[in-house]
Structure formats: structure tokens, C-alpha cells
């Protein structure tokens, strides 16, 4: 009995450390931002005073929110599977025996080692109407109109999407060729000699092996989608008109550039329940028809 | 055994002791100079932050009881999200050099100290007063200077000269008003067979801040877009919507300008590659287009239209609530070292900026960089007609609702009136709380 | 009708050839083995018949149709993996309908063929469990169940048993040779143990680096090795091949199996004992005659013997004679060996 409870002490004891950090650095900020959501701004000698709800009405109120909550579910729809397929297809093209792979793998990879800041300035410079590369190759090659890629309503969007799927699909190979090269050659032959087709492999053995991957992939891919913010700052600013600007993007405007922290906080509490709605339907869903190795 | 370890482990934490006292010793030391701590808005290292190590290194040789500690802190937005999260934490900077517009926001934030008070001696008064009157726009409010000028702009226009001479145009001479400037970029836009353009005639670029290149239109059509004290504006006022018609019109009616947002950053360089002939940019471009352009240039004011005009920008230095008298007396020495006519002359020469104080412009060293590049001073000759940037309270939300409405007329999803009226409801919106 | 048949195949990897030359047939029915050291081209001479790797020369028939070019899919077998190749994502009854699923083999013949194959290998009640919840043995028998499940005319099987223990390898060679027999398949069989090879097989293809030593059944393996390797590999000891001036002339090999070998009082070659291995019903007795050592097998315990002069005898029927060069087998003794006798 005695030896138990120490035993737990102990337990207790070594991940005090760990159990400090998180409820300093991650539950009590959680905690802190949905009181404040209640509160109004502090401004100089104001302080704080108890507003209820009315920070959730402005918010219901607010356009912009709902177009930026608009422009982030569709550029979690379209920078989403995109990258999942594109880095599946690609960690499967990598994988196999083909002349000059690593230099493929690497040149895969780069974009995901480079900061997302220098890759925003590469891409701004890559959508230059003009003499941008898009432009040479659309307007020089393909003889089409010249179209300004980022200062359009109808494009700004998408291009930001594209210069996330080409980050982070690179990222995500990386996972999937690991997890490719964890699976034996010998389950290919004895698919092999089953009668199975390439195809058949594919979707019987390889993919549901991957599940693991994929859902790890999914998660961090949810994650980012309403994380990654940096290419909108260099590239568009959000504009035009809001175009092209996301939640977490919206709420780095009003907490630091309108220094009004708690429409701010009232703005992170909804990409709270949103990411939290998303990591339970990742793993109360899918999770059960996930294979663990 | 044990008492050996111990003897040892008391050794250790004895020496330590030792060492960090010593360390420390020097930090006792300075205690007794004045430290001001200084944010100053640089993203990486480079000559500029070289040229202010070096301003600082002088000042404190001359006055060796005080220390100047530059902070380089970034963008203008980061700097001010760093300096006001520090004084929020209780450590905020002594003095720093942050955007003249965010004036208001540091007032209601009730984050800094004006000068006016600070500034006793008559010839501390007359130095407040040293200033080009366009830069102490965006510095006074309530009878008070908030800010000193220093690392100030304005909007000025650059032209490709060899591209202007194949037009046929007179290559040393600038459209002087919006009609001679839309005529010339009619006869500067070419297109290819199949019609595609391949030189645009003008460029005003309108990603991230348009509505400060919009005050370059504004302004010469003999109207301001908010009132001195900051709490109104004038979005819907006729002059700004006919001015946003002329912006959206040299796009979207005449095609002489690219449709659509034109990005900021790009623009020099479409400049460089003679893809437009003429645009506009702030002064603070000078050496990069001195040093890029493979053709002759020229830069002018920017054209008139009822009146010649356009706004300033760029940073002032503003000084910290949070600081000791002492501190608040040292950081106002350093300002004043460092703004007067010889370093203010030098400072514009090495980095671009418009020298802040008339004064300056007359000293011997600017007087021969001048006559050298005649284009250093047509910032100063347009200062005359220039007028505050946009500054509020609630700057940022303020500034966004004008941002969104022009980029919106600029994309064409709002007519220009529209666009106007749905940002000026909005900046009432906002504004309406501080005019009580 | 020949099931199998490899003509003068070879196999080389960058100039390392794995297989060179391999020519053999397997009729209909029959149970063949691939012996051989680890290395020396078993493993991929099955790997040619199975279609995994492609021959660099040579044809491969599968009853008498050239499948040199085709896939494994193509050549309509089925084949047992070493490490067994169970899908863990899939239950056992998933694993083994695997190939009849990919086929598109209707629901009810799957159900069927499924009922019989489990009842066959006693997997009835492992139908829905995954592979990492099953045993080595279990496991195998997965295997093996999604390999007849097929029926196909000819099964291989690349060192099956070699993950189980003792005692359940000497059953399970019981019971696949029992399975042959009744499915009436062509089993080809590789393992690198003779005792495996030599108990189950009708035909042994014995393999040393890359070609075939011997193909012959394992009664004539054991009693006329046509090489010094055949002769070194098979039996327990193997046989022993020395330079015996006395029996064999120079330039021919002398070749004893230790099982063949008695101890005599007063005839026999005097020979040293140098250590002694107790075996239960037998010991091993290293010994040395001049400088050719022996090993002797013979019943009792002599664990006082080290050291001591014996004299050791057999018979001349029990003597094989090999070339020292070519290391073939000399079908006449050699007529020295005659007036050696005394």
C-alpha cells in the first residue's frame, strides 16, 4: 500500500514538469482567452468591464468574420486532400526504383525546409502579372490573357491555396515514404502472387496500411489549414478586399493591429471549438477504422 | 565520503557566486549612467542598422553618461505589437520609432509622453518647432507634439525617360496634372497583335496600404480624409469619389493601368523590367531605383489636379510613459542630438528619407548631394503641398475599412460611390465613441 | 506430364550470378526440394519459378507452357513466404479469401472454399482474429491456407517452417507432406535443412553456389553422393571425405560415413581420439588417423576415450571414392584400393 502510493508520488513527481508547462503554456491560455471573450477591451486607464455576450453579437454581426470563416473552410477543402493525394502520389513515385530519386526526394522536400516567409516572397514574385514564371509560361506559351493572379477577387484565394499545397505536400511525403518503407516488399509479392494488380495492392494493402499516416497527416493538415498564415502577410495581406483572409489572419488584425483583445479573444474561441470539433470527429470517426501496427 | 562530495558541491555553488557577481559588477557600474533603450523598426541587419550603431556610438562618446541600447525590432507592425506587449508586461522601451500613424492608438493606449511638456527651455520650444509643418501633421494633436519626425517619406512619381522619348513624348518632362498624366500613359500602354498588353502606361499600387497611395489623389483634389483631432472622416465626401473614379477609371475604362490590386512590393521591380513606364512609389525607393533602373529616370511630384499634393509617411520617435525622468530627460537629449540639421542631412542622403527640418536642406553637405542628383530634392520641394497620412483613432480598423472599400472598386465588386459610403459608415461606426 | 521445368536458367545481378545454368523438371504431383547453404541460389530459383524475378537466360515452363515473360499473377500459383506475408490489417479468414476476392470469385464459392480450408487446417475458430494476435504456428497455418485455398496445380514454399520451434516443425513436415498428397499439387519446397529435405521429398535438388550438385531422391543422395559437397552436406555428421594413403591413391578422395564406421579390438586403423560427443543412443568420436581426422559414429558412452588408441573398420561396400580435383564422384574403386586390403 505504502509502496503503491509512493509509487504513484513518483509518477506524480516526474511529469510535474511537463504537467506545469502545458497548464501554464496551453490550458490556461485556452482558459484565459474564453473569459476574456466576456470581458471588453482594456484601453489605457479603462480596465476590463463584464459585457456577457456582446462580444458574440458583435461577432454574428461582423462580415468580414463570416467571410473570412467562409475563405478558411474553403481553403481547408481545397489545400486539404490536395496535399494528402499530391504527397501520397508522390512518396509512392519516390519510393519506387527509378534513376535519380534522392535527387526527386530532395527536391520534394525543399519547399517544406524553406521558411514559408521566403517562399511567400518567391510566389509573389512567381504571380507578377507580366513577367511573372505563371505568366510567362500562361501568356508566352499558352497564348492566354494576362490576369493579375493576387489582386483579383476571384484568384487571390487560390493562389495562396496552391502555394500551401506546394508546401506542404513535400512535408507530408515525408511521412508517407516512411511509412511506404515500413511496409515489407514481401506483402507486394504475396499480393503479387495472390493475383492482385498493382491497383488492387494500392487499395487493399497499401492504403489501409497507411491509415495510420494518413490520419496523422489529416490532423496536422487540419492544423495547419488554420494555422498557416505567413504566405497571406508577404503575399496579399488578406486583400483584396478580404479576398484572400483567413480566421487566424483576422484575428492577428484585430488583436494587434486594432489592439482589441477581446473581439480577438471572442475570434480565437471560435477557432478553438472549430479545431476542437475537428480533432473529435478525427478521432472518434476515424480512429476506430484506423489499423495500428 | 559524503562530506567530501559536500565540501565540493559548496565549492561549486561558492565560485558561481563569484562569477555572476562579477558579471553583474559592470551592469552596477552604468547603473549610474542613464540607459535608454531604443526600438528601432529593422527587419534584418544592414547598412541602416550600421548607420544608427553609429549615431549612437557618437551621441554617447559626446555624453558619457548616458547609454543608448538600439532594439532591432522589425517591421513598423512588429515593432509596435513588441513595444506595446512589452509595456503591457511592464517593460516597455524608453523611446521608439514606430509609425507617425499610430499616434492615436499609442494616446488611447496611454502608452507614451508628449514632448511639449517635456521640452522647457525656450530653446527646447524652438527646437519642437524646427520641423516641416506637412511631418508635424501626423505628430500633434490637442495643441501637443506626440512625435518627432525622423525617419520620414512621401509619395513622389518615377519615370522610365526611354520609354517616354519611343512614345514620343518630351523625356525630361513629367505629366504635370491628372489629365496630361492619363493623355501620356494612353500613348505609354502597348499592346501586342493579339491585344494582350506588354507596357503598361502607369502604375499606382494599391496591395496591403492603398489607402496612403490614395491620399497622393486625394490630396490634390483639394480634400483631407479625416479632421485633426482624429475622430472623423470623410470617405463620402464628392473630391475622394471622384478621385477613386480617376484611380479605377485608368484601369477599368481608359486600360492604361494594370486591372485589378497591384502589389507594392513588385512595383519597382515592374519598373525595372519596363513593363510599366510610369509609377508611383515613396521616396524611401530612391536608392533602390538609383541602383536598379538600367535607364534613365526621372522622379517628380506627383500630379495635380484642383491643387498640387500628397501625403507623407514613415516614422516618428515617440517617447515611453513608463520611463524615469531621468530617462525621459536623457532620451530627449538623444532626440534632439540626433535630428539636428548635419545628422538629419546625412541621414537623408545615406538612407532615402526626406531630412526632416527645412535647416537641413541648407547645409553644405545636402546642398552638394543635391546638385549631384538633382531628384533628392524634389520630396523636399513637394513637402510644401503635402498634408498628414491618415491617421484615427483606431487607426488600423479605420485605415482597413478605407483599404477594403478601395480595393473593392479597384477589383470592380463595388462602384467607387458604393465603395466610399460603405467604408464611411463603417469608420463612423468606429469613431462615433471618441467625438463624445 | 512435367509440372515444372527450368531450362539452363541464370540469374546475375551486376556480374554476381545468384543462379547459373539450372536445368530440372518436376513431374505432376511430386514433392521437390531445393536444398542448399544459405546463398546458394534456392531462394531465387524459386523466386524464378514464381515469376518474382525474371531470368537473365533461360526458359521457365509450368506444364509445358513457356511463363518465362509472364507475371505471377499470369502463372497461376501459390506460394508460402518464410516471414509469411500475413496482411495485418486483415483477419485471418480476410487473409486467406485474399487472392479469391482480387480474382473475383463469387461470395458463395469464397464461403465455401473457406469453410473446407479452415476445417482442413484447424483455423475455424481464428477466423476474425488479426495476425499479431496469433501464434508463430497459427500464423503459418494462415499461410498456408491462403495458399491451397487457390488450388493451384503447383505451391512453393520458401523455407516454411524455419520460424517454429523443434517439435512443432517435425509435426507440421508430417502433416504439409499428408496435405500434398491429398491436394495432389506440386510442391516445390526450399530449406536449407536436410532433414526437412530428406523426410519429405520425393526429389532433393541439392544447390551449391548457383548450380545444381545433385537432383536425385534422397535415398540416392544419402547412399551415392555424386559430389565431395553432396557428400559433405548430407547426413548428421556428414560424411567423411579424407586423403587416406592406405585406401585411396593420390589424387582421389576417400569418403566414410561416420554411421558406417565401428570400433575393432584387433583390425581397423589405429586412430588417436581426440574428443567424444555424447548423443544419447550413440557418441561422436573424433579421431585421427596420420593426418586425416574422422568422425565415427558409434553406440555407447565413451567419455573415458579421449586420448586413447582405438581401431576403426568398415566396409568396402561403404566406401565412395571422389576425384580430388573435380571433386566428382569415381563410379570404379580405384584398383590400389584392392591390394591395399589386408
Known sequence: MTNNARQHIHAWLLLLPAAVLLAAFTHYPAVATIWHSFFSTPKGARAAVWVGLDNYLTLIEDPVFWQVLVNNVWFALGTIPLSIVLAFVMALWVNGKIVGRGFLRMAFFTPTVLPMIAVANIWLFFYTPGYGLLEQFTVGFLGLPSHNWLGSQSTALISLMVVTIWKEAGFFMIFYLAALQAIPPVLAEAAAIEGASRTQYLLRVVIPLLMPTTLFVLVNAVINAFRLVDHIVVMTRGGPDNASALLLYYIYDVGFKFWDSAYAATLTVVLLILLGLAALFQFLVLERRTHYQ | ?436 | ?342
Not at chain 2, 465588386?413 to 463624445?436: G, H, N, S, V
Open chain 3, 1 to 342: 506430364m512435367s509440372a515444372i521445368r527450368l531450362q539452363q536458367v541464370s540469374k546475375a545481378w551486376a556480374e554476381v550470378h545468384a543462379v547459373a545454368d539450372v536445368s530440372f523438371t518436376a513431374q505432376a504431383g511430386q514433392f521437390v526440394t531445393l536444398l542448399g547453404p544459405s546463398g546458394c541460389g534456392k531462394s531465387t530459383t524459386l523466386r524464378l519459378i514464381a515469376g518474382l524475378e525474371t531470368p537473365t537466360s533461360g526458359s521457365v515452363h509450368l506444364f509445358d507452357r513457356d511463363v518465362t515473360h509472364q507475371t505471377p499473377a499470369q502463372r497461376h500459383l501459390s506460394m508460402v513466404f518464410q516471414s509469411y506475408a500475413l496482411f495485418p490489417h486483415l483477419d485471418v479468414a480476410q487473409n486467406i479469401l485474399f487472392g479469391l476476392k482480387v480474382r473475383g470469385v463469387g461470395a458463395a464459392e469464397c464461403a465455401l472454399r473457406l469453410q473446407r480450408t479452415a476445417e482442413l487446417l484447424g483455423l475455424g475458430a481464428l477466423l476474425h482474429r488479426k495476425p499479431a494476435q496469433l501464434s508463430g504456428g497459427q500464423q503459418q497455418r494462415v499461410a498456408l491456407g491462403r495458399a491451397i485455398i487457390a488450388e493451384t496445380p503447383v505451391c512453393l514454399m520458401d523455407e516454411p517452417l524455419s520460424n517454429l520451434d523443434a517439435q512443432l516443425r517435425q509435426e507440421m513436415r508430417q502433416e504439409l507432406r499428408a496435405l500434398q498428397r491429398q491436394l495432389g499439387i506440386t510442391m516445390v519446397y526450399v530449406t536449407h535443412d536436410q532433414t526437412e529435405a530428406m523426410s519429405m521429398a520425393d526429389q532433393v535438388i541439392l544447390m551449391h553456389a548457383g548450380r545444381i550438385e545433385q537432383n536425385a531422391t534422397p535415398a540416392e543422395l544419402y547412399a551415392q553422393p555424386a559430389t565431395v559437397f553432396a557428400a559433405r552436406f548430407i547426413g548428421t555428421p556428414p560424411m567423411n571425405v579424407v586423403a587416406l594413403p592406405e585406401h585411396a591413391p593420390a589424387g582421389v578422395l576417400l569418403g566414410v560415413r561416420p554411421e558406417a564406421i565401428r570400433l575393432a579390438s584387433d583390425t581397423g586403423h589405429a586412430a588417436q581420439v581426440l574428443a567424444v560427443e555424447y548423443l544419447g543412443a550413440d557418441s561422436l568420436l573424433t579421431c585421427r588417423i596420420g593426418a586425416a581426422q574422422l568422425n565415427a559414429r558409434v553406440p555407447g558412452h565413451h567419455a573415458n576415450a579421449v586420448g586413447a588408441t582405438v581401431r576403426l573398420v568398415w566396409h568396402a561396400e561403404d566406401e565412395h571414392f571422389f576425384d580430388a580435383a573435380s571433386g566428382h564422384r569415381l563410379t570404379q574403386p580405384p584398383r590400389q584400393h584392392v591390394e591395399m586390403v589386408r
Open chain 2, 1 to 436: 565520503m559524503l562530506t567530501r562530495q559536500l565540501t565540493q558541491w559548496m565549492r561549486h555553488v561558492f565560485t558561481a557566486t563569484l562569477i555572476s557577481l562579477c558579471a553583474a559588477l559592470p551592469n552596477v557600474v552604468q547603473a549610474q549612467a542613464t540607459e535608454v533603450s531604443f526600438f528601432y523598426p529593422v527587419a534584418v541587419g544592414g547598412p541602416i542598422t550600421k548607420l544608427i550603431d553609429a549615431f549612437a556610438a557618437d551621441f554617447e562618446k559626446e555624453n558619457p553618461t548616458i547609454k543608448i541600447k538600439p532594439i532591432y525590432s522589425g517591421t513598423y507592425q512588429e515593432s509596435i505589437v513588441k513595444a506595446l506587449t512589452a509595456m503591457k508586461s511592464g517593460e516597455p522601451p524608453v523611446l521608439s520609432v514606430l509609425l507617425s500613424t499610430d499616434m492615436f492608438t499609442l494616446i488611447d493606449e496611454e502608452a507614451i509622453v508628449d514632448w511639449t511638456s517635456l521640452a522647457k527651455t525656450p530653446e527646447e520650444q524652438q527646437w519642437l518647432k524646427s520641423f516641416y509643418p506637412a511631418f508635424m501633421e501626423n505628430s500633434q494633436t490637442g495643441g501637443k507634439t506626440w512625435g518627432i519626425p525622423f525617419q520620414r517619406s512621401t509619395i513622389v512619381m518615377y519615370w522610365n525617360k526611354e520609354l517616354f522619348k519611343e512614345a514620343g513624348l518630351d523625356p525630361n518632362k513629367a505629366p504635370a496634372n491628372w489629365t496630361e498624366m492619363l493623355n501620356y500613359a494612353k500613348k505609354l500602354t502597348r499592346r501586342d497583335a493579339a491585344g494582350n498588353v506588354t507596357q503598361w502606361g502607369v502604375q499606382i499600387p494599391s496591395s496591403g496600404f492603398p489607402y496612403w497611395l490614395f491620399q497622393g489623389l486625394t490630396t490634390p483634389n483639394n480634400v483631407v480624409l479625416m479632421n485633426k483631432e482624429g475622430n472623423k472622416t470623410y470617405f463620402d465626401h464628392p473630391n475622394v469619389i471622384e478621385a477613386l473614379q480617376y484611380w479605377v477609371d485608368l484601369s477599368q475604362k481608359h486600360k492604361v493601368m494594370a486591372p485589378g490590386v497591384i502589389e507594392w512590393g513588385t512595383t519597382p521591380r515592374d519598373f525595372f523590367e519596363r513593363k510599366v513606364a510610369i509609377m508611383w512609389t515613396t521616396t524611401g525607393n530612391l536608392t533602390n531605383v538609383k541602383n536598379n533602373a538600367k535607364f534613365d529616370f526621372g522622379v517628380a511630384m506627383l500630379p495635380a489636379s484642383k491643387r498640387a499634393g500628397s501625403p507623407t509617411g514613415g516614422g516618428n520617435f515617440y517617447l515611453f510613459k513608463k520611463s524615469t525622468p531621468a530617462q525621459q530627460q536623457a532620451a530627449l537629449k538623444f532626440v534632439k542630438w540626433i535630428t539636428s540639421p548635419e545628422r538629419a542631412a546625412q541621414w537623408g542622403i545615406d538612407t532615402g528619407y526626406v531630412a526632416v527640418r527645412p535647416d537641413a536642406f541648407d547645409t553644405l553637405t545636402m546642398r552638394k548631394y543635391a546638385a549631384g542628383f538633382p531628384p533628392a530634392a524634389v520630396a523636399r520641394d513637394q513637402l510644401q503641398y503635402s498634408v498628414a497620412e491618415l491617421s484615427t483613432h483606431e487607426n488600423q480598423r479605420v485605415t482597413k475599412a478605407l483599404n477594403d472599400g478601395l480595393q473593392a472598386a479597384l477589383t470592380g465588386t463595388k462602384k467607387p460611390d458604393q465603395a466610399m459610403k460603405d467604408a464611411q459608415r463603417e469608420a463612423e461606426r468606429i469613431l462615433r465613441p471618441y467625438r463624445k
